[in-house]
């Protein structure tokens, strides 16, 4: 699920979030500091995904992605 000022909440596939934080990085002036050292915009997403569930944007706004399970677990899961 990802959330976006002035959108609400969406429900994005794994590939489709990271695709959607790719587009949100790449539309910032300058990647975030802790993020400098990934050579690309998806090794960004990627690292945000393994490690993040809230990016800051300038002008004070944030998105926030999160997982969600849409089917119970399994019995024994």
Do not use: K, Y
């Amino acid at each position: 699920m990802v959330l976006e000022a002035g959108r609400g909440e969406r429900i994005l596939s794994a590939a489709e979030t990271l695709e959607w934080l790719c587009g949100v990085l790449a539309a910032l002036p300058e990647p975030p500091e802790d993020l400098r050292h990934c050579p690309d915009e998806r090794s960004r997403a990627l690292r945000l995904l393994e490690t993040a569930c809230e990016l800051a944007l300038p002008g004070g706004a944030s998105v926030q992605w999160f997982a969600v399970r849409l089917e119970p677990p399994s019995p024994g899961a």
